[in-house]
């Protein structure tokens, strides 16, 4: 029973993640909002402007607060996970038994791992999306309704927490499993703001793969 429901998670996996939703997309030429999707080749974040007219991120999410402090940044990345995963498994030598197994069924908590840039250049991780302010403020919403929030609506820190020196993490709703991950956050955020999107996937070659 194991190998059969190992062998349809990744049929469904690899067969819906070719099927693609919001086909009739395409770039806008004009006036349009650049946002990248990014890739380690596991994990995928989606990478908005700091700051425009219809959001200014850095009232939730302040550059000052990481380690460099360095406020002079135009992007930033968000990515969806597991907590327990993220604060643990900075490496895949850290990787436990417990963490994996927890993430996997539905016995964690969420965080939103949260990544400033000077800039992004376009390469085969890392694609440039221009789309137009209606699609920009579907993201916007989902990405914000992602975060935990307290009653005033400011977004949970976890504090003295990094990768590097120039990241933050906060506490998010949900919970990572098998059947909505990293990748499939990533994913729905796509299909929220009208852009290209897989069906469903777990892994992030099946978004890429909408982007060649």
Known sequence: MLVLFV????????????????SDFTQCEKDSI???????????????????AYKDWSKNVDPACTKSGNVIVNYLSFGWGDKA???ETPTW???KFKTAF?????????AIHVTFYYGLEE??????????RESYRKLINYIDSSFD?????????????????????????????LF??????????????????????????GIFNQYK
Do not use: R
């Open 85 to 87: 995963f993220y604060l």
């Open 7 to 22: 062998a349809l998670y990744f049929i469904a996996a690899f067969g819906l993640s070719y099927i693609p939703v919001n």
């Open 93 to 95: 030598e850290d990787l």
């Open 34 to 52: 650049e946002i990248y999707i990014l890739t380690n080749g596991v994990h995928t974040d989606l990478a908005l402007p700091l700051k425009n």
């Open 123 to 132: 390469n085969e991780s890392c694609k440039k999306i221009c789309i137009n």
């Open 102 to 110: 927890n993430a996997l069924f539905f016995l964690g908590s969420a």
């Open 149 to 177: 929030k307290d009653s005033l609506g400011n977004y949970s820190l976890i504090k003295s927490i990094s990768y590097g020196d120039n990241d933050l993490f906060y506490d998010a709703k949900g919970a990572f499993n």
């Open 180 to 205: 909505f991950t990293c990748n499939t956050w990533t994913n729905e955020g796509l299909k929220a703001a009208d852009l290209n999107a897989c069906l469903w996937t777990p892994f992030a070659q």
